[in-house]
């Protein structure tokens, strides 16, 4: 069986942060049962966050990662750092009231401020810099979107935030937009290299290539793995893109989202240094990111010129393909000084019903297990305040953003209400799967390097036929609430259209919240 390397994560494609950084470092796998004070659950920029933070204040930090670090979304990131929110401050002004608006304002910024205040006290050296970010229109947007989102920007607290007829930038014509200084970038793969470093040093101990099992929280609290070895602590903290240990509730609260992005090469100096988002839907976000050698270690003169968009449904796309054409194509029509597009790739985003994400006590579970979920778009930011509001409350202390992003809040508001409706009747819909035939008639019918689902009897098989014609087969039922995976050409796997559980070709589990493998087929 196809087994992923440490510089590829969850999915065929590759990102542009791999193939620009020296290799993350490596930890071995648990081996036998330990203690720790905090269990922490997840790689990337989340979990990493949470224990540097806890160690920082003197808690024994045990993390897992059930494959490399940085091996889920966060190596599939664009890595902007950003305290313009993609759901608008006039949204979240309605969803929230003005208090809940500048709270989000403040957390978000906040993040950023962490981030940099890290990079500086353990001299990690990632390209973090601050830079101005663009807020602006597509070609048929209004006027009033802006001047309705600087007013609610300002009552949140950004009254440096400022409106101009264009941001003059080089190499792309903005038009109308509101400003938005005082952001960051960084290359994400350098700062957690840093990051884990930096735990290690502390004394936290980090193994990968672990496969948490069972989560238990109470006075037995701690993590079981698939080899059945034991972390026990006083606290878990489960930071794995969307959780696993909670079977139903959460995931009626958020919903999985692919995203694309492009790495394409533009000449050095061609493009102004900033963040640029449009307010298309979906919208499009753009960034530079800085390349001083090529992957064989030779000088260049040229940056990427990041680009992502074209979000949908997870599961429900027969053509994902065709997304990241409309991005190469909407990128190659706005940067005349593209010349090559180097790296293209999907990431998975996971959409709150009200447009904030979660962080705190896990819902309907003990007091000390803790989930960070939900980033809607703002993995970067939210896997920073995330750690801060969870460490707060492991260490009993006040969080002004505790309450905010709670993960048993409920928010009555229509908008919000409206969603979470749309959304689960979209879920509902996907069942129907379960009474069709399938989407060919046989495994015969499946070309080589494709799957598709066949009918066989009551059964639903997943077929994948590799390049060589051999044929694999594993159960095409999501082993979390049993929905219908359908096949993803270009990551080369099985997605669930419901709650965005994700397999390789073989059925090996690549992400949640299922938390494991397809079954195999007798």
Not at 160 to 189: K, M, S, W, Y
Not at 262 to 276: D, F, S
Request: glycine share 10%.
């Amino acid at each position: 069986m196809a087994q992923f390397s440490p510089t590829r994560t969850s999915g065929a494609t590759q990102s542009s942060w791999f193939p620009t950084a020296t290799p993350l470092p490596t930890f071995p796998k648990l081996t036998k049962s330990t203690t720790a004070d905090v269990v922490v659950v997840g790689g990337g920029i989340a979990g990493l966050t949470t224990a540097y933070l806890l160690g920082r204040a003197g808690r024994k930090v045990v993390l897992l990662e059930d494959g490399e670090l940085a091996s889920g979304e966060t190596g599939r990131t664009t890595a902007h750092l950003s305290f313009a929110l993609d759901d608008r401050y006039t949204t979240l002004e309605q969803l929230f009231g003005e208090e809940g608006a500048r709270l989000a304002a403040d957390s978000h910024r906040s993040a950023v401020d962490t981030i940099e205040q890290i990079v500086q006290r353990e001299n990690i050296t990632c390209d973090f810099e601050r830079l101005t970010g663009y807020l602006y229109l597509p070609k048929d947007g209004k006027v009033q979107e802006l001047d309705d989102e600087l007013e609610a920007a300002h009552r949140a607290g950004l009254t440096d935030v400022h409106r101009l007829p264009d941001a003059e930038a080089q190499g792309f014509t903005t038009g109308e937009c509101l400003v938005f200084p005082n952001q960051g970038q960084f290359h994400i793969l350098k700062y957690l290299s840093g990051l884990a470093e930096a735990v290690t040093r502390q004394g936290g101990r980090i193994f990968t290539n672990t496969h948490a099992t069972e989560v238990k929280g109470g006075s037995k609290a701690g993590v079981t793995t698939t080899e059945g070895h034991e972390v026990h602590a006083d606290a878990v903290v489960i930071a794995t893109n969307t959780p696993f240990n909670d079977r139903v509730v959460m995931h009626t609260k958020q919903h999985p989202y692919r995203t694309y992005a492009i790495a394409a090469r533009v000449p050095k100096g061609a493009i102004t240094t900033a963040l640029y988002w449009d307010t298309a839907d979906p919208y499009h976000y753009i960034r530079l990111q800085k390349v001083e050698a090529s992957p064989a270690g030779e000088p260049v003169d040229y940056d990427l010129l990041l680009v992502g968009g074209e979000d949908h449904k997870t599961g429900q796309e027969p053509n994902p393909e065709a997304h990241l054409q409309c991005l190469e194509d909407w990128t190659r029509a706005n940067f005349p000084a593209v010349q090559s597009i180097e790296y293209r790739w999907s990431g998975q985003v996971m959409e709150p019903v009200d447009g904030l994400a979660y962080a705190g006590r896990n819902p309907l579970d003990d007091d000390n297990v803790y989930i960070i979920t939900g980033d809607s778009g703002h993995g970067m930011t939210h896997g920073t305040l995330g750690p801060l509001i969870v460490t707060d409350l492991i260490l009993g202390r006040e969080n002004p953003w505790a309450k905010l992003y709670d993960p048993g809040r409920t928010t009555l508001k229509l908008e919000s209400i409206k969603e979470y409706v749309t959304e689960n009747l979209n879920v509902a819909a996907e069942y129907t799967d379960l009474l069709t035939g399938g989407e060919v008639e046989s495994a015969e019918d499946v070309q080589p390097g494709t799957g598709a689902v066949i009918g066989r009897g009551p059964l639903k098989v997943a077929v994948y036929r590799d390049p060589q014609g051999q044929v694999h087969e594993c159960s095409a039922l999501c082993p979390h609430l049993h929905c219908i995976v359908h096949w993803n050409s270009l990551e080369t796997s099985w997605d669930c259209p419901c709650h965005g559980s994700r397999f390789d070709a073989y059925g090996k589990l690549l992400a949640g919240p299922a938390n494991e493998d397809l079954a195999k087929v007798e």
